[in-house]
Every structure is written in structure tokens, then in C-alpha cells.
């Protein structure tokens, strides 16, 4: 069973705003990540966040970890109409390395 | 550095027919991964390799699948007597061994079609 659920999201929105998706699970992880998929092909690896971490940036992505509420959010700030994609959340567990996937948030950016 | 390579792209076969999917890592990734992606089921976790440990295989969904990973490097994902329902995109995804390096790396993916 996949571990990761994300709030069944569709955002659209302007080019220059923020975008927020959230992410549930439901069991003990190792970490977390967050991928985009442009095109329903290859899957690109965006942001990992440790168990141990509440906070993470990388450029104009923000990740939280809510470990007690077991849930993750991740935040795109100025979005740009190249992040126009779908965004999903994985987990792993100790010990093992496989992800589990959330069903994936669609972003439109519309320029 | 090349990425994780699959081919083919697009593989399209009749019902009860046997397929290869494969699956080129990125050098030095000592862990791989494949994953398949449909309408019905989301993005599931199918196998993994990781050196020269016994895979894990608790993702498979039949014993029509199989999958090997040669030399600790190509892999190759076998469905035997393909059904309609096997119809996915096939992904295959590269990682270094050592945490906390549990990035993983995705191909392009194998769309699969079975007619």
C-alpha cells in the first residue's frame, strides 16, 4: 500500500503566485521527497527531507515535515509557468530504500 | 553525466505475448529500481536491486514478472503472457548505495501498451 497521500489537488494558478500541495502517511518513514513529472514520463527529484528535519529550501521550494501529524507540505514560491507539471510525495522507511508514492498533485501555471 | 536510459520508449504488443523492458542505471549507482505508473493504480514500486543482495521482489504483481539485473548494472524487466491490464508506463530509477543518498535518479520510462 503507498504511504504517501497527497490532498487530491489540481491547482491552477498565475504566473507569480505561490503554490501549496500537501501530503499524508500513514506509517514511521526514514524520509521523504518530493518529484515533479512533466508529461506523465521520467520523474525529477526535487527536495529530500529527514525524518529528524521540519524545514527544508532548495532555490524557490520550501518542504515541511510534520512528523507527529505525519505530513509534509511543499511550497513553490513565484511560480513561473515552467513549473506547470504534476508533483507527487514519496516516502521511505528504515531499511529500505523503496518509495512509496502519493497519487500526485497537477499544478498549471498559466503565464 | 548520462542519466538512467530505458528503451524501448514505446513498446506496443498483442495479449499473451512476452515483452523486455530495459533499463541502463547511471555508472557507479549500485542501487536500481522499477516502478510502474498507471491511470488505475498511481506510481507502484515493483522491485529493487541493491548490489549484490537478494532483490526485492515484494512488489511484483504475478509470477508473469520477473526482472534481473546483470554485472550489478543493466536490468531487464520481463512480463510473460502480457494481459491489458499490464498496460503502464514503466519506470526504472538509479541511486547510490550509501545513505542518506536516497535520491533516485528516473529514466524516461517504457510506455507499454497491450492490445
Known amino acids: 500500500s503507498q504511504q504517501g497521500e497527497e490532498d487530491p489537488q489540481a491547482l491552477s494558478i498565475q504566473e507569480g503566485e505561490n503554490a501549496t500541495m500537501n501530503c499524508s502517511y500513514k506509517t514511521s518513514i526514514n524520509n521523504l521527497q518530493w518529484y515533479r513529472q512533466n508529461s506523465g514520463r521520467g520523474l525529477v527529484h526535487l527536495i529530500l527531507?529527514?525524518?529528524?528535519?521540519r524545514e527544508k529550501h532548495s532555490g524557490r521550494l520550501r518542504v515541511t515535515l510534520d512528523t507527529s501529524k505525519k505530513s509534509s507540505s511543499l511550497l513553490i514560491t513565484a511560480s513561473r509557468a515552467a513549473d506547470t507539471a504534476s508533483y507527487f510525495c514519496?516516502?521511505?522507511?528504515?531499511?529500505?530504500?523503496?518509495?512509496?508514492f502519493g497519487k500526485g498533485n497537477q499544478v498549471v501555471v498559466i503565464p | 553525466g548520462a542519466g538512467v536510459s530505458q528503451s524501448p520508449s514505446n513498446k506496443v504488443t498483442e495479449k499473451g505475448k512476452d515483452v523486455e523492458l530495459r533499463c541502463d542505471p547511471i555508472?557507479?549507482?549500485?542501487?536500481l529500481y522499477w516502478y510502474r505508473q498507471s491511470l488505475g493504480q498511481g506510481l507502484e514500486f515493483l522491485i529493487y536491486?541493491?548490489?549484490?543482495?537478494?532483490?526485492?521482489k515484494s512488489g511484483l504483481p504475478s509470477d508473469r514478472f520477473s526482472a534481473e539485473r546483470t554485472g550489478g548494472s543493466v536490468s531487464t524487466l520481463t512480463i510473460q503472457r502480457t494481459q491489458q491490464e499490464d498496460s503502464a508506463v514503466y519506470l526504472c530509477?538509479?541511486?547510490?548505495?550509501?545513505?542518506?543518498?536516497?535520491?533516485?535518479?528516473f529514466g524516461p520510462g517504457t510506455r507499454l501498451t497491450v492490445l
Open positions: 555508472s557507479g549507482h549500485t542501487a
Open positions: 527531507i529527514r525524518s529528524n528535519e
Open positions: 514519496a516516502t521511505t522507511r528504515l531499511r529500505n530504500n523503496r518509495l512509496a
Open positions: 530509477a538509479s541511486s547510490r548505495r550509501d545513505p542518506p543518498y536516497n535520491e533516485q535518479f
Open positions: 536491486f541493491q548490489g549484490n543482495s537478494a532483490p526485492d
